[in-house]
């Protein structure tokens, strides 16, 4: 009979979970709404930089909600922070959530916020039904899942899963004002008595899974009208550091045949990046040219510098890397056509793609179901922290639906009823794999 | 007899001159390198904004060396510095010569100060020799003729011409970071009790002629070793402020179709100025993007602002004016095509050429002559205060070769014989035009 019926044998417990579950969303609201006052650019913007004053404020006000619930709290070298809700057979691997609180120049407050403040929020709805987890319960946010001071995208989870190259490179890794990574970490109280990073390090399968909730950055859920996204696949993320030099000069005596502008050939090279991903023939494939810089930066001087760095995506790594292999051959076509220096082509990471565990995935559709959310399978063309854990743990995300697809701007928008979904499919979910 | 001996009945008392003028080229050189040490950015580059702490010194440097050479100094309300060797026939319209001391971020030390250190030098070697002006003799630095931090440039001279408009806009004028104009020249002390800035005005032939002595800044005169450039026209400079606006969005999430990204429609534009630059035809034709600005300038955030200053410059206006309306053209198109807004694109200034004038030219073809310095006519690409000097005065220019047309860059040099010949020309050039 229970074969036809749907209903596997250990339904009823999620069931009566699932009915008693409730979530404060304006609380939620109110917390990400305070977080994003620790910021270094006005309002309705957010800046928040790795280990600067505002990203230590907004880690102290992180620790105290994960306090408040009753969580244990630990950091580790680098300032990843852990929350524990211990099981009642502590000595299996835990379930774990998390997400990132650190925001690009002039960003938003939901991208990576969500999935921290929404963590806690899911484990005090969990207390609140009464519920006890079999496996523990972690919530982790990431040190520095965006690139924007030391280069380095995802630099907590990276760690965490095992990043023996990393670890030894941030010893010698600073920022753009020269300030060292360990000197940065110190200053925000970490790294205190050791240069050696490896103490970040977690064992293959020290979590039983890894769940993260994050808004979607990009506009299907809402044009679809869909609840929950479940991610099968998060794209392969690359980014490239390139660097022209000519001759410079004054902007009125340099006769144009005698130039080699390197403004130009950036000018060309970023036109060069959006064609050859345009040519890759897949919709999957991106490419942008975010930062690009002239030296000396006069209305009156050719540029005699110019600095370019350019993130390239694709679920499929294959055909990213054919991309990068493009931009690399463009680069230097530039260079001699313009008679400019390639002083540097330097690619500085190209992640694999990363891809779900069936059994994350169904319990998220799993819960889904129960609450009675639409759902949809989906791709991450953002990386997330889970493209790391990935390679340590059983990995899924939950995805929820923001105004327009708009992410890393400060118009970042998801409604306090799509936040409460997340959060109840995130409590669900975890509560299911922690009984499993 | 003497419409052919090629001897005018004046020559003998300029022969004089000529013999007895020595230039002290080393302390002109040790003046140069003493003057490059008030700078904002570490040797051997320089940058000297206007009204910065660095700019005040130097004013003080040069008013005590207008001093030592038994000038009489004034300054006007934005800080034009005048130094005057009163003539015997003090009635008369004086002869000027100068030209600036500020300098473009990461510069070099001889852009305009070979012409106003240089000018000093004449006046003293002029005295040396037992010299009287009959004329008075006049050295102007000029305030401010690099656009660097107003955008505006040959500020002084602009408004010695009489710059009604430019007096008016400087009351509402701001930097960078948003310091007014007039709080920045009150904080160098000038502009003190009076927000008006028509005192600074000069009436039509206040002076007899002006003469400014300055680098080649290209690499003719070094090719062809001669010594000596005499300027015939300066070419019509023009400076434009664009800037796009789109979506921005997460350089992940956002797929190409929907994008509207304002950095690639900058780097679209400023090849646009190139090609339409390399269409006029002449080689006269130049046009530089020096400054290119992105925001948010985050590796994984599509650009959603962009900002391009352009400068296009010709000897013809007609033809620069043709330039600048295709410019303009393709900014509209780019922005169309891409969805992405045209928010700005302002024409800041659209000077036509001056003419030097033929009494000026003869006195520096005469003097160099007199020399034995071989000389050549050339057209002056670069703009200079002169442009704007030709407004109220006979004018005209001396050029002396630099190392490989280098300007406004570190490796901006001239020979100190290159330079002590340039202050001869001027010495005798100036003494010329006084006795008439
Ligand atoms: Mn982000
Ligand atoms: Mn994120
Ligand atoms: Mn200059
Ligand atoms: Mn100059």
């Not at 009642?88 to 916020?113: C, F, N, Q, R």
């Not at 001087?301 to 790594?317: F, N, Q, V």
């Amino acid at each position: 009979m229970q074969d036809f019926s749907g209903y596997p044998i250990d339904e009823p417990p999620h069931s009566f979970i699932s009915n008693s579950l409730s979530v404060d969303a304006q609380t939620l609201q109110k917390q990400i709404d305070e977080l994003s006052t620790f910021s270094d650019t006005p309002a309705p913007s957010v800046t928040r930089i790795l280990y600067s004053d505002k990203d230590v404020l907004a880690r102290r006000y992180i620790k105290n909600l994960m306090g408040l619930a009753g969580l244990s709290v630990r950091e580790d070298a680098v300032g990843n922070i852990f929350g524990r809700w211990e099981g009642y057979e502590p000595e299996l691997a835990a379930v774990a959530t998390g997400s990132h609180i650190d925001a690009i120049p002039y960003s938003g407050k939901y991208d990576g916020v969500v999935g921290v403040l929404g963590a806690i929020e899911a484990i005090n709805a969990l207390k609140r039904s009464g519920f006890k987890p079999k496996r523990s319960l972690e919530i982790i946010s990431f040190t520095s899942e965006e690139p924007t001071r030391f280069g380095i995208s995802c630099l907590g989870s990276r760690l965490l899963a095992g990043g023996e190259e990393l670890a030894k490179a941030l010893k010698t890794t600073a920022d753009g004002q020269n300030m060292s990574f360990l000197d940065a970490a110190r200053y925000a109280g970490y790294a205190k008595d050791q240069d050696d990073l490896s103490s970040v390090f977690l064992k293959k399968d020290h979590y039983f899974g890894f769940i993260e909730l994050h808004i979607e950055q990009g506009p299907i859920l809402e044009e679809e009208g869909v609840s929950i996204g479940i991610v099968t696949a998060i794209a392969a993320p690359a980014s490239i550091k390139v660097d022209f030099e000519g001759n410079g000069g004054h902007a009125g005596a340099v006769l144009m045949p005698n130039r080699n502008d390197a403004g130009l050939a950036a000018a060309e090279l970023a036109l060069a990046v959006e064609k050859h991903v345009l040519e890759s023939g897949s919709i999957d494939t991106v490419g942008t040219v975010g930062i690009l810089e002239l030296h000396p930066g006069a209305i009156n001087s050719i540029p005699s510098k110019s600095h370019l760095e350019i993130d390239t995506r694709d679920i499929d790594e294959k055909r990213r890397n054919v991309v990068i292999e493009k931009i690399h051959e463009s680069a230097i076509a530039i260079a001699r056509k313009r008679k400019a220096i390639l002083s540097e082509f330097k690619i500085i990471n190209q992640d694999p793609p990363a891809l779900s565990e069936k059994s994350i995935i169904e319990a998220i559709e799993a819960a889904s179901k129960e609450l009675n959310l639409t759902h949809k399978f989906m791709i991450s063309r953002a990386y997330h922290d889970s493209l790391f854990m990935a390679r340590i743990s059983p990995m899924g995300m939950i995805f929820i639906p923001c105004y327009k697809g708009y992410s890393h701007r400060p118009e970042e928008y998801a409604s306090t009823q799509d936040m409460a979904n997340g959060v109840k499919v995130l409590a669900l979910t975890m509560a299911k794999l922690s009984l499993q």
